[in-house]
């Protein structure tokens, strides 16, 4: 019986044969049928043609014309006023656009424009772009997304010419354009390359008296340092609330409340079982008149008898107040906390706004309690701040959007009558910040993880949206930007300890103790000077900022203010722009600092005096291997040149 290797092994040999017999009959038409030739060549044409085809897709230009002249179709369409007409005028767009999709590529262009056209009645455009990324086909995607870049750089093109308001008394505008004799008046620190768009700054339209207020903003996102989370301040506004203990204080005041009351009570009770006999309690309290209220304390129980004396006026006749036990507590909080967790505000107005916009998915008491505390673990393991800047801003970005659209169709009822500028979104706003080039860590991969997990179910696609580079991008411009917000009022902040140090980098002239950072759209393109002349300040309390002005500013003249402490000698402060800012600092107050310091080291040691020259005739010679010391203060101070930090810095002009 022949065996199954052996059947198996034949098969084997008759496909290799076969396989060579074809290849050589193969080769043999190639040669010497020309028809075989010709069908050969159409084969491989066709297969070219196949693979060649993706190459034949519009290029990014070709998308982005074509978006274009779509635009200048759509810009005659009056779009709907009233929030029944947006729902009538979205629903059809929608329905439209879908239905050309479904008919083929050839209407692709044609349901770009309706689902674009949709796009600009919806209330939340974020949400919606979100949408269209997942259930549209990619060519209609690509091209609504080109609509919406063409439409961008419109706006982008006239936003220095809204933003800031007017009544803000300041104006955005790009040194490197300004005429020569107005962009060199003042000397200005120099940025590093990985410091985008760094020639931008802000500049008075009007004249400024010192002391004065130049404008007032309110923050787009804050939030406080570890330090302050302790119960004393808002976790919305910053501000201090009244009344209100530290959390570790009031904690040990109620033990110690506590450890009283039982001794007391362990005291009542042994009296109390001293005088089970029927003995008289008398209690003698000095009265003006001396009267003596006498308690009968005849009790099976044993408890301590309370004597109800009959008082005229609360004093004794040595002027001590006799004060009930309540009236010695600290004054009432004013502190509203959240229902899940540690969070404390300081109005209804504070804790409603925080749930609106971040804290119903931050919360790690809430529906995503196991998440948010996942990711707030990891920010402190960190030591960073900004991944929780990071995603209270994206639900702010969402909750200004809708209440925006609100007031729009309130016809400005929420927040007074609408301006020009608030026709761009936060986003866009954040895209004309200048940021530093960060390198994403593993750290940031996991909190981004974390942060679409948590975020998702109120925005949804953001994880799609929000990807590493945009994340690091905005992550740099928080580290740019955000100001530290100085306390105020009684309550003392907590100083940084190993555990509630964070090494976010934050604008600080340290004239008072920070309790948090905030970020501002408007005093984020202030430029760094070490010799300001305005000041942010918070005159309110809370995260309102204030541009006070510290001398008198003339129209036209830029402002500029420490991100350091001014107070710092030189090298101390040119060595924290460095690291924090990537900053080569070359203002005036540095380039005279550096001076001084060349002139002090260049002077000559001064003349020995002849006593002195005698008394070290006769002094010990030093041993041989010892270098003479320098005579006190003769040490010159070394100034570095910073010839190998700065090689990576621009010059200044």
């Given at each position: 019986?022949?065996?199954?290797?052996?059947?198996?092994?034949?098969?084997?040999?008759?496909?290799?044969?076969?396989?060579?017999?074809?290849?050589?009959?193969?080769?043999?038409?190639?040669?010497?049928?020309?028809?075989?030739r010709?069908?050969?060549?159409?084969?491989?044409k066709?297969?070219?043609?196949?693979?060649?085809?993706?190459?034949s897709?519009?290029?990014?230009?070709?998308?982005?014309?074509?978006?274009?002249?779509l635009l200048?179709?759509?810009?005659?369409?009056?779009?709907?006023?009233?929030?029944?007409?947006?729902?009538?005028?979205?629903?059809?767009?929608?329905?439209?656009?879908?239905?050309?999709?479904s008919?083929?590529p050839?209407q692709?262009?044609a349901a770009a424009c309706?689902?674009?056209?949709?796009?600009?009645?919806?209330?939340?455009?974020?949400?919606?772009?979100?949408?269209?990324?997942?259930?549209?086909?990619e060519?209609?995607?690509?091209?609504?997304?080109?609509?919406m870049a063409?439409?961008?750089?419109?706006?982008?093109?006239?936003?220095?010419d809204?933003?800031?308001?007017?009544?803000?008394?300041?104006?955005?505008?790009?040194?490197?354009?300004?005429?020569?004799?107005?962009?060199?008046?003042?000397?200005?620190?120099?940025?590093?390359?990985?410091?985008?768009?760094?020639?931008?700054?802000?500049?008075?339209?009007?004249?400024?008296?010192?002391?004065?207020?130049?404008?007032?903003e309110?923050?787009?996102?804050s939030?406080?340092?570890?330090?302050?989370?302790?119960?004393q301040?808002?976790?919305h506004?910053?501000?201090a609330?009244?009344?209100?203990?530290?959390?570790?204080?009031k904690?040990e005041?109620?033990?110690?409340?506590?450890?009283?009351?039982?001794?007391?009570?362990?005291?009542?009770?042994?009296?109390?079982?001293?005088?089970?006999?029927?003995?008289?309690?008398?209690a003698?309290?000095?009265?003006?008149?001396?009267?003596?209220?006498?308690?009968?304390a005849?009790?099976?129980?044993g408890?301590?008898?309370?004597?109800n004396?009959e008082?005229?006026?609360?004093?004794?006749?040595?002027?001590?107040?006799?004060?009930?036990?309540?009236?010695t507590?600290?004054?009432a909080?004013?502190?509203?906390?959240?229902?899940?967790c540690?969070a404390?505000?300081?109005?209804e107005?504070?804790?409603?706004?925080?749930?609106?916009?971040y804290?119903?998915?931050?919360?790690?008491?809430?529906?995503?309690?196991?998440i948010?505390?996942?990711?707030?673990?990891l920010?402190?393991?960190?030591?960073?701040?900004?991944?929780?800047?990071?995603?209270?801003?994206?639900?702010?970005?969402?909750?200004?959007?809708k209440?925006?659209?609100?007031?729009?169709?309130?016809?400005?009822g929420?927040?007074?009558?609408?301006?020009?500028a608030?026709?761009?979104?936060t986003?866009?706003?954040?895209?004309?910040?200048?940021?530093?080039?960060?390198?994403?860590?593993?750290?940031?991969?996991?909190?981004?993880?974390?942060?679409?997990?948590?975020?998702?179910?109120?925005?949804?696609?953001?994880?799609?949206?929000?990807?590493?580079?945009?994340?690091?991008?905005?992550?740099?411009k928080?580290?740019?930007?955000?100001?530290?917000?100085?306390?105020?009022?009684?309550?003392e902040?907590?100083?940084?300890?190993?555990?509630?140090?964070?090494?976010?980098?934050m604008?600080d002239?340290?004239?008072?103790?920070?309790?948090?950072?905030?970020?501002?759209?408007?005093?984020?393109?202030?430029?760094?000077?070490c010799?300001?002349?305005?000041?942010?300040?918070?005159?309110?309390?809370?995260?309102?900022?204030?541009?006070?002005?510290?001398?008198?500013?003339?129209?036209d003249?830029?402002?500029?203010?420490?991100?350091?402490?001014?107070?710092?000698?030189?090298?101390?402060?040119?060595?924290?722009?460095?690291?924090?800012?990537?900053i080569?600092c070359?203002?005036?107050k540095?380039?005279?600092?550096?001076?001084?310091?060349?002139?002090?080291a260049?002077?000559?040691?001064?003349?020995?005096?002849?006593?002195?020259?005698?008394?070290?005739?006769t002094?010990?010679?030093?041993?041989?291997?010892?270098?003479?010391?320098?005579?006190?203060g003769?040490?010159?101070?070394?100034?570095?040149?910073?010839?190998?930090?700065?090689?990576?810095?621009?010059?200044?002009?």
């Amino acid at each position: 019986m022949v065996s199954a290797a052996k059947i198996a092994a034949a098969v084997s040999v008759t496909a290799v044969v076969a396989g060579l017999g074809y290849v050589f009959y193969f080769d043999y038409k190639r040669r010497n049928d020309p028809k075989f030739r010709r069908r050969l060549r159409k084969d491989r044409k066709r297969a070219a043609k196949a693979v060649d085809r993706p190459a034949s897709e519009p290029s990014l230009d070709e998308i982005n014309a074509a978006a274009l002249e779509l635009l200048d179709v759509l810009g005659a369409t009056k779009l709907p006023d009233s929030p029944a007409e947006k729902e009538a005028f979205f629903m059809e767009h929608i329905s439209k656009g879908e239905a050309l999709c479904s008919a083929g590529p050839g209407q692709h262009a044609a349901a770009a424009c309706s689902f674009y056209q949709a796009l600009r009645v919806y209330p939340n455009p974020v949400e919606l772009v979100m949408i269209y990324q997942k259930t549209t086909p990619e060519p209609v995607f690509k091209m609504v997304m080109a609509m919406m870049a063409q439409e961008v750089k419109k706006k982008h093109s006239r936003y220095l010419d809204v933003f800031p308001p007017q009544d803000a008394n300041v104006r955005i505008k790009d040194k490197a354009k300004l005429p020569e004799d107005k962009g060199k008046a003042a000397k200005q620190p120099v940025a590093q390359d990985d410091v985008m768009m760094s020639s931008r700054a802000l500049f008075a339209t009007k004249a400024v008296d010192a002391g004065e207020i130049v404008y007032e903003e309110d923050a787009v996102v804050s939030t406080l340092l570890p330090c302050a989370q302790n119960g004393q301040f808002c976790y919305h506004c910053l501000s201090a609330i009244a009344g209100a203990q530290p959390r570790g204080a009031k904690q040990e005041a109620d033990g110690a409340k506590d450890e009283g009351s039982d001794k007391e009570d362990a005291e009542a009770a042994e009296d109390g079982s001293e005088k089970e006999d029927g003995e008289v309690v008398e209690a003698d309290s000095e009265k003006d008149d001396g009267e003596v209220v006498e308690a009968d304390a005849d009790k099976e129980d044993g408890d301590v008898a309370e004597a109800n004396a009959e008082k005229e006026d609360a004093e004794k006749e040595d002027g001590e107040i006799v004060e009930d036990s309540s009236e010695t507590r600290a004054p009432a909080s004013s502190a509203l906390k959240c229902d899940k967790c540690e969070a404390v505000y300081c109005s209804e107005k504070c804790r409603q706004d925080s749930s609106d916009a971040y804290h119903h998915f931050l919360c790690p008491g809430g529906s995503n309690g196991a998440i948010a505390r996942e990711f707030i673990g990891l920010t402190r393991e960190a030591h960073e701040l900004s991944p929780i800047l990071i995603a209270k801003f994206f639900g702010v970005l969402v909750d200004r959007e809708k209440k925006k659209e609100l007031e729009r169709v309130l016809g400005g009822g929420l927040g007074g009558s609408a301006s020009e500028a608030d026709e761009y979104t936060t986003w866009e706003h954040l895209d004309w910040m200048r940021y530093l080039e960060l390198i994403p860590t593993p750290t940031d991969a996991k909190v981004l993880e974390k942060l679409g997990e948590l975020v998702n179910a109120s925005i949804p696609g953001l994880t799609e949206f929000v990807s590493g580079d945009r994340y690091t991008t905005l992550k740099g411009k928080l580290d740019f930007n955000a100001y530290a917000v100085h306390g105020s009022g009684d309550a003392e902040v907590p100083a940084e300890t190993e555990e509630t140090h964070v090494s976010d980098t934050m604008r600080d002239d340290h004239s008072a103790r920070a309790v948090g950072l905030s970020l501002y759209l408007i005093s984020s393109h202030i430029a760094h000077h070490c010799d300001p002349n305005v000041q942010i300040v918070f005159p309110a309390g809370t995260d309102k900022a204030a541009i006070k002005a510290l001398r008198p500013i003339a129209a036209d003249e830029e402002l500029r203010v420490a991100f350091v402490d001014p107070s710092l000698d030189c090298e101390t402060r040119r060595k924290h722009l460095r690291e924090s800012f990537r900053i080569n600092c070359t203002c005036d107050k540095c380039e005279a600092d550096l001076a001084a310091a060349a002139v002090a080291a260049e002077e000559p040691a001064p003349a020995e005096e002849p006593a002195a020259a005698e008394e070290a005739a006769t002094a010990e010679e030093p041993a041989a291997a010892e270098e003479p010391a320098a005579p006190q203060g003769e040490t010159p101070l070394v100034v570095s040149s910073d010839d190998e930090d700065d090689e990576d810095y621009e010059d200044e002009e």
